[in-house]
């Protein structure tokens, strides 16, 4: 941490090297009887004294200091769910940015019997990976939606009913404004990949000047603290979960709600597995009584605004899904085989291994977007 700008002098009181003790006259302590350049340099040796208090103090609270997330009243804006929940999206379909071995189809093929990728019921709406072609040499279908409403802040609640995993899958539920990257920024609520073992990841990418090397309170263990794209290979600032957060293990608990909070004081995302999900998250839809994060506890992950101005850095982020595969996460060697153990390269498993799809799945019972009043 830097401390303080000024570089140390040879003589910290500013006597000058001209000064003749020999023509002083009376008292050297009587500031009236000092020479003009002494006095000169006393008061600057006053002023950077002063100066490098006010600095102190300054950069020392910025380790202690804590926004005040004082309660908001939140009230219902919308709700993803039941049979037109896809409508409410873009089906994205150009070439994948994260550089997947994967085709995004658009809805005609996602929703077709054929592929069946996309499907939505009025209990939940499902988006799969392909499990049906046995040598997808080009990459396999996938989906990856974007919601067509774009958001500014809120509290948004997900209820997850099972989340994909399995080798070279990466998926994610995220937040972004895809067009404008990295300068409106990106919100990643849930992602994993491959088996996704090593829990739920929840990160921040960002513009330069967004920082969390500061206090915060959550109970996720902190990977990396600069959020900005250029740092560590634009891994951002990255928060983990324990194992039971993402994949196999959090769907045999019957899933959970994710909450994300976005406001000026900072982003704060909440875990809660099936059997303890707050009163005042109501899993039923007729239920509009507004969730109060105040009463919640720690979250998993916190990004407070104390370094971080968040209305520069997060703005216009539409809600994305995808089930990515292979890619500049999960197919990575050391990830996808080191790591991870995952048999063979990823684009072979991709091409050939159609049945160990089956898990490759998101399924959600609702999402509610609610604002603050
Ligand atoms: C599509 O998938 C849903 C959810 O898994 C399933 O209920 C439905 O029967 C499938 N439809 C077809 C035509 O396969
Ligand atoms: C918000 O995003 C949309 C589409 O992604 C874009 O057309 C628009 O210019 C963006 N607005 C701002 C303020 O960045
Ligand atoms: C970070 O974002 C800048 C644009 O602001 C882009 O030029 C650069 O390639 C990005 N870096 C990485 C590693 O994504
Ligand atoms: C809605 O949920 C709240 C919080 O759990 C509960 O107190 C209230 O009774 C519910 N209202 C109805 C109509 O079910
Ligand atoms: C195909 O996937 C299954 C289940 O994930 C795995 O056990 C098997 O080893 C895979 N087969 C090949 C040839 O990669």
Redesign the pocket.
């Known amino acids: 941490m830097q401390r303080s700008n000024f570089a140390p002098h040879d003589d910290p009181y500013g006597l000058p090297p001209s000064y003749d003790k020999s023509t002083q006259t009376g008292s050297k302590w009587a500031p009236r009887n000092w020479s003009k350049k002494l006095l000169i340099g006393v008061i600057a040796a006053i002023v950077l004294v002063v100066a490098a208090i006010i600095v102190g103090a300054v950069v020392g609270s910025k380790s202690t200091s804590y926004p005040d997330y004082s309660t908001l009243s939140y009230s219902l804006q919308d709700t993803y769910s039941g049979t037109d929940f896809f409508d409410q999206f873009d089906y994205f379909t150009g070439y994948d940015p994260s550089a997947g071995f994967v085709h995004y189809v658009p809805a005609e093929t996602a929703t077709s019997?054929d592929y069946?990728l996309t499907?939505a019921?009025s209990s939940s709406a499902?988006l799969r990976v392909d499990t049906t072609d046995t040598d997808a040499s080009t990459g396999r279908y996938s989906v990856r939606i974007t919601s067509k409403k774009q958001y500014d802040s809120g509290l948004f609640v997900f209820d997850v009913l099972n989340s994909p995993y399995g080798c070279s899958t990466w998926p994610a539920l995220w937040l972004s404004d895809p067009d404008n990257w990295p300068t409106n920024g990106e919100i990643d609520v849930m992602e994993a990949v491959n088996q996704a073992t090593t829990g739920n990841q929840v990160t921040l990418h960002t513009t330069d000047d967004c920082k969390m090397n500061v206090k915060r309170k959550e109970s996720g263990d902190v990977l990396t603290n600069n959020c900005w794209n250029g740092t560590d290979y634009n891994a951002g600032c990255g928060v983990q979960g324990a194992q039971d957060t993402f994949g196999e293990a959090f769907n045999a608990n019957g899933g959970g709600v994710y909450a994300l909070e976005w406001r000026d004081e900072g982003i704060r995302v909440w875990f809660f597995s099936r059997g303890s999900i707050p009163s005042n998250i109501p899993t039923d839809l007729t239920n509009t009584t507004a969730p109060d994060p105040s009463t919640w506890g720690e979250p998993l992950a916190d990004f407070p605004a104390t370094h971080c101005d968040m209305s520069s850095h997060f703005k216009n982020q539409s809600i994305i899904a995808n089930i990515d595969l292979c890619g500049s996460w999960a197919g990575t060697t050391s990830i996808y085989s080191t790591q991870d153990q995952c048999p063979g390269t990823c684009t072979d498993f991709v091409t050939t291994n159609a049945t160990a799809f089956d898990t490759a799945y998101w399924e959600w019972a609702s999402w509610r977007v609610y604002t603050a009043s």
Do not use: F, I, P, R
Request: aromatic share 20%.
């Open positions: 019997s069946n499907y019921s499902v």
